[in-house]
């Protein structure tokens, strides 16, 4: 039996989570990058006898829809997985059911369920520095739970029809001191930064930030303003830490 991760992690914050549980499982874990548009995931190999994690964050209450394109394309072939949606502390909503609904339309048993809280992606002045030591401890519980388990997770919260994807609305931009290196556009996850002007589609992008976080120069941002106004109608609602949550 091997481990796979099936991951869509654009700034690395659903990945250290993701890593947190598989490592409690084993210490050979095949991955799978749902944010590498250059895979063809029609060709990603899972076996009966696999133990498989799938996670990625939620946006909005929802499942990024270019992950769940792509993980629709992976046959799951009976293995059991265990589903992992990383929030940044304000809400999850709907994205677990989502990713319960695409999962079990690939063939896979899903056996268990985590929402995680990590560092909001946009806003980092909301759990900061999560997963923390505390979070790994209460993560390598959950891992060691399912670790056994085998029958279908009983009940994931959430709705069907799910919520209205919201649209992307914080698009980044190129600031003057761009020196078009090229990185944004080449790990772009859906191909968003037009190669020449370096200015993002707002038609194609999906806010995930990786262009700001991977940025060499530091050279690329979202509108300042309304990033603030976004964190003014955070403010409430993220006041308390959210507690990692285990479905089973």
């Known amino acids: 039996m091997k481990t796979v991760e099936i991951i869509f992690s654009p700034t690395g914050g659903t990945g250290k989570v993701a890593n947190i549980i598989s490592a409690c499982w084993n210490k050979d874990v095949t991955k799978i990058d749902l944010s590498d548009i250059k895979i ?5 190999i899972i076996n009966k006898d696999d133990q498989v994690l799938i996670a990625m964050p939620s946006f909005g209450g929802r499942a990024p829809e ?16 265990t589903l992992v949606c990383v929030y940044g502390n304000r809400a999850y ?20 369920a985590i929402a995680a809280v990590a560092e909001h ?26 670790l056994d388990k085998t029958e279908p997770v009983k009940s ?9 994807a919201g649209g992307a609305g914080l698009v980044p931009k190129p600031k003057k001191d761009c020196v078009k290196c090229g990185l944004c556009v080449k790990d772009c996850p859906v191909q968003a930064i037009d190669s020449l002007s370096f200015k993002a589609d707002a038609r194609k992008c999906i806010a ?21 106004v976004a ?4 403010k409430k609602v993220c006041a308390v830490a959210k507690e990692n949550e285990l479905y089973l």
Do not use: H, W
């Not at 063809?40 to 990603?44: A, G, N, V």
């Not at 995930?208 to 509108?223: G, L, S, T, Y």
């Not at 964190?231 to 955070?234: D, G, M």
């Open 121 to 146: 992606s946009i806003m980092p002045q909301y759990a900061t520095g999560r997963p923390n030591s505390s979070d790994k401890t209460q993560l390598e519980q959950f891992a060691k739970q399912i």
């Open 93 to 112: 909503e709907d994205t677990l059911v989502e990713m319960e609904d695409t999962a079990k339309a690939c063939g896979f048993r899903v056996i268990a």
């Open 66 to 81: 270019a992950a769940i394109e792509r993980l629709k394309k992976i046959a799951g072939n009976g293995a059991n997985c």
């Open 208 to 228: 995930c930030m990786r262009c700001v976080k991977e940025c060499p120069e530091k050279a690329r941002k979202a509108n300042g303003a309304m990033v603030a």
């Open 40 to 44: 063809d995931f029609t060709k990603c």
């Open 231 to 234: 964190s003014f109608a955070l």
């Open 156 to 164: 994931i919260p959430g709705n069907r029809p799910y919520k209205k």
